[in-house]
């Protein structure tokens, strides 16, 4: 990554930090994290897999995970009918787009996905559906996944990724 690049990510971090986003503690560590060459490190199909995922009042984000190191990010900020979506919308929104972006490394794996909104950790057995819910479940049948209950406020860099497009 470029000095200008980092550089860069540090003042955004510094900016997330200033408006409570992000916990003081943890600055630090992320700073030395996007410094740290590389970033991304490449998947190791023996092994398994988390995403992880985040919603916020207007925007998306998501991470693949494999032992601590991240794999690929996601995130999207939210068209203007989207920002209407009730929360457990966005959460499932979110979740349909890094399964599909990472699709290539997740069908035929068993994986974790951590979500923040509990009632979407059991939606694949959820049984009445709208007809976008149900096209949803449809999509998710195709993976093999355990759904994991984690709080947002403990899930830092996908929290920081869907609350950075929010400004």
């Known amino acids: 990554m470029a000095t200008v690049e980092l550089a860069e990510l540090r003042k955004q971090l510094d900016g997330l930090l200033e408006i409570g986003l992000i916990k003081p503690s943890k ?3 992320l700073k030395q994290a996007i410094s740290s060459q590389p970033v991304l490190k490449f998947p190791q199909f ?3 897999f988390e995403v992880q995922v985040d919603a916020s009042d207007r ?6 995970v494999q032992d601590k190191h991240l794999v690929a990010f996601e995130s999207l900020k939210l068209k203007y009918a989207e920002l209407r979506y009730s929360i457990h919308e966005k959460e499932m ?3 349909v787009l890094c399964l599909d972006a990472w699709r290539h490394y997740l069908l035929g794996t068993k994986f974790i996905l951590v979500i923040d909104n509990m009632a979407n950790t059991y939606f694949k057995t959820q049984e009445k559906l709208s007809p976008k819910q149900a096209r949803w479940q449809e999509f998710l049948g195709e993976f093999d996944f355990e759904g994991v209950h984690r709080l947002g406020k403990h899930n830092d860099v996908v929290d920081a ?3 950075k ?3």
């Not at 925007?59 to 693949?64: F, N, Q």
């Open 27 to 29: 600055v630090p560590l």
């Open 46 to 48: 023996d092994k398994p």
């Open 59 to 64: 925007a998306l984000g998501g991470v693949l």
């Open 93 to 95: 929104t979110v979740v």
């Open 161 to 163: 990724l869907s609350k």
């Open 165 to 167: 497009l929010d400004e």
